[in-house]
């Protein structure tokens, strides 16, 4: 009876250390904040960083098995510059000027990015 007490005390611990992990971090970086969401499995969902309490500069998402999503940019909150979003075969790639969608354009194996 005692062991069983001992391996179910473990395995409770155990479980609130894996919950732990799983909770966002937030780290002072000069004026900004740096910060981490994971997904449920402790992979990391997004990162970047908050300025005046506002997403600044660039954030990165990732899938739950690691694999980057999307890349964007944000000036002070506001939707800026190149975003790209990958899913399946394709990327898609969205301009935005002043939080506002200005061009989108989708890309697939098909079409060649890069030639020599």
């Known amino acids: 009876m005692r062991n069983l007490i001992l391996t179910f005390a473990m395995l409770?611990?155990?479980?609130?250390?894996?919950?732990?992990d799983n909770k966002p971090t937030f780290e002072k970086e000069g004026d900004m904040i740096k910060a981490t969401y994971f997904h449920d499995n402790g992979q990391i969902a997004q990162t970047g960083y908050i300025l005046n309490e506002k997403p600044h500069g660039?954030?990165?998402?990732?899938?739950?098995?690691?694999?980057?999503?999307?890349?964007?940019?944000?000036?002070?909150?506001?939707k800026v510059g190149k975003w790209f979003m990958w899913a399946d075969d394709k990327l898609t790639e969205i301009d935005y000027e002043q939080n506002k969608i200005?061009?989108?354009?989708?890309?697939?194996k098909t079409k060649t990015l890069v030639t020599k």
């Open 58 to 78: 660039e954030w990165i998402a990732f899938n739950a098995e690691g694999e980057k999503t999307a890349v964007a940019q944000y000036e002070e909150g506001k």
């Open 12 to 20: 409770f611990s155990v479980a609130l250390m894996a919950q732990q």
């Open 102 to 108: 200005v061009n989108v354009v989708n890309w697939d």
